[in-house]
């Protein structure tokens, strides 16, 4: 039996779930999971592990400020010419930001580009160094294994079907957007709008910011089809700008999008808002809304385990990647010299160079 312990990180507050995978097996089960609100983000981390019984448990956590770049490159450049190519681009990126090339770690992945056949697309993730090494001193007397993108890891959490087309909303402190083509991860765009203005609103209201989230889950929206004008919700105005705004990024997304959007999953500390998913749903009338059940949950388990699993999906995430699911390249746990290959195809691009290059490689992450 392997066994990962997820941890996902923000201000004031960890989500936490370990999660066991038989061996030679691709079944999951979640052994322990829950939130806490911290001071101090070290001694809570140690009473983590320390209930948890992770002394000598793989760890994986999430980066923390990354920030996701996109370059189109032409796919029949060989991997030297692919990797230079990408290397240019991000140099040019730092000298119109004004940054220090050397202050970032960066890694990156290649998809194929459903906009130009001729070109694929690169997408790189960037975090500061320092910010980076401060989350990982967190750790370190621990079995750190895995430090990652949560717009890229959000994604194993869903079961995707051949063909179809959806988008990831992770209403976590900030939201991620993950937009998804035939099992390919195409784009993720962050927004502020997120779970941490909401808490902090509430919290200048109450005082506490546990308290705060609790009202967050005991908050019903009322839809124009589900009214009860009977039932007080004094914290709605603090909720609802944050789920419009996010509303509104999502639709300019699927408007925009090359190809059509099917479903969108809801997921996060603002998914546990009762009825969110219809509120989306009288928004994105095109698509279907749903909240995102983990996949690796047995739909037997009641309905109130299944609200505490949701709310710890990003942390369950977390451990399924420690786990081996999704796209390991992307640990930036190890020094980035050590990603032999950057790619996240699961599919074969058509141009033969480019398929010779990588057809080794792209057998991992079937």
Same mark, same amino acid.
């Given at each position: 039996?392997?066994?990962?312990?997820?941890?996902?990180?923000?201000? *004031?507050? /960890?989500?936490?779930?370990?999660?066991?995978?038989?061996?030679?097996?691709?079944?999951?089960?979640?052994?322990?999971?829950?939130?806490? &609100?911290? $001071?101090?983000?070290?001694?809570?981390?140690?009473?983590?592990?320390?209930?948890?019984?992770? &002394?000598?448990?793989?760890?994986? @956590?999430?980066?923390?400020?990354?920030?996701?770049?996109?370059?189109?490159?032409?796919?029949?450049?060989?991997?030297?010419?692919?990797?230079?190519?990408?290397?240019?681009?991000?140099?040019?990126?730092?000298?119109?930001?004004?940054?220090?090339?050397?202050?970032?770690?960066?890694?990156?992945?290649?998809?194929?580009?459903?906009?130009?056949?001729?070109?694929?697309?690169?997408?790189?993730?960037?975090?500061?160094?320092?910010?980076?090494?401060?989350?990982?001193?967190?750790?370190?007397?621990?079995?750190?294994?895995?430090?990652?993108?949560?717009?890229?890891?959000?994604?194993?959490?869903?079961?995707?079907?051949?063909?179809? +087309?959806? @988008?990831?909303?992770?209403?976590?402190?900030?939201?991620?957007?993950?937009?998804?083509? +035939?099992?390919?991860?195409?784009?993720?765009?962050? /927004?502020?709008?997120?779970?941490?203005?909401?808490?902090?609103?509430?919290?200048?209201?109450?005082?506490?910011?546990?308290?705060?989230?609790?009202?967050?889950?005991?908050?019903?929206?009322?839809?124009? *089809?589900?009214?009860?004008?009977?039932?007080?919700?004094?914290?709605?105005?603090?909720?609802?700008?944050?789920?419009?705004?996010?509303?509104?990024?999502?639709?300019?997304?699927?408007?925009?999008?090359?190809?059509?959007?099917?479903?969108?999953?809801?997921?996060?500390?603002?998914?546990?808002?009762?009825?969110?998913?219809?509120?989306?749903?009288?928004?994105?009338?095109?698509?279907?809304?749903?909240?995102?059940?983990?996949?690796?949950?047995?739909?037997?388990?009641?309905?109130?385990?299944?609200?505490?699993? @949701?709310?710890?999906?990003?942390? @369950?995430?977390?451990?399924?990647?420690?786990?081996?699911?999704?796209?390991?390249?992307?640990? &930036?746990?190890?020094?980035?010299?050590?990603?032999?290959?950057?790619?996240?195809?699961?599919?074969?691009? +058509?141009?033969?160079?480019?398929?010779?290059?990588?057809?080794?490689?792209?057998? $991992?992450?079937?």
């Amino acid at each position: 039996m392997q066994n990962c312990l997820g941890i996902y990180i923000e201000e *004031n507050l /960890i989500k936490y779930a370990k999660v066991s995978k038989e061996k030679n097996k691709n079944e999951f089960k979640v052994a322990s999971y829950g939130v806490v &609100f911290y $001071d101090n983000l070290a001694q809570s981390i140690s009473k983590i592990v320390e209930e948890t019984f992770s &002394f000598n448990t793989p760890i994986s @956590i999430n980066l923390m400020n990354e920030k996701y770049l996109y370059y189109d490159v032409f796919s029949l450049l060989s991997k030297k010419d692919i990797e230079k190519a990408v290397q240019t681009e991000y140099e040019e990126y730092c000298d119109e930001k004004k940054y220090n090339q050397k202050a970032f770690e960066k890694r990156y992945a290649l998809v194929p580009n459903i906009e130009d056949r001729e070109k694929i697309r690169a997408i790189q993730i960037i975090v500061n160094k320092i910010e980076l090494n401060k989350q990982k001193q967190y750790l370190d007397k621990y079995r750190l294994s895995k430090v990652v993108p949560m717009g890229i890891v959000v994604t194993n959490l869903v079961k995707h079907e051949k063909n179809e +087309n959806s @988008i990831i909303v992770n209403m976590e402190q900030n939201t991620t957007i993950t937009t998804i083509y +035939n099992k390919q991860i195409y784009n993720v765009e962050t /927004i502020e709008a997120g779970s941490q203005e909401v808490l902090t609103k509430i919290n200048r209201v109450e005082n506490s910011m546990q308290r705060a989230y609790e009202i967050c889950k005991e908050t019903t929206i009322y839809t124009s *089809n589900i009214l009860d004008d009977t039932k007080e919700q004094p914290y709605l105005e603090h909720i609802m700008p944050s789920l419009y705004q996010v509303c509104q990024k999502v639709q300019e997304i699927i408007k925009n999008s090359p190809e059509k959007i099917s479903t969108v999953y809801l997921t996060g500390t603002l998914a546990t808002v009762n009825n969110v998913d219809l509120y989306f749903q009288e928004f994105l009338s095109t698509v279907e809304c749903r909240i995102l059940r983990p996949r690796i949950v047995e739909e037997s388990v009641s309905q109130i385990n299944i609200k505490d699993y @949701i709310q710890v999906n990003s942390a @369950i995430a977390l451990a399924m990647y420690g786990l081996g699911e999704g796209v390991q390249i992307l640990n &930036f746990r190890k020094d980035e010299g050590s990603s032999v290959l950057k790619n996240i195809l699961n599919m074969e691009i +058509n141009p033969q160079r480019l398929k010779e290059a990588f057809i080794k490689r792209t057998e $991992d992450f079937r």
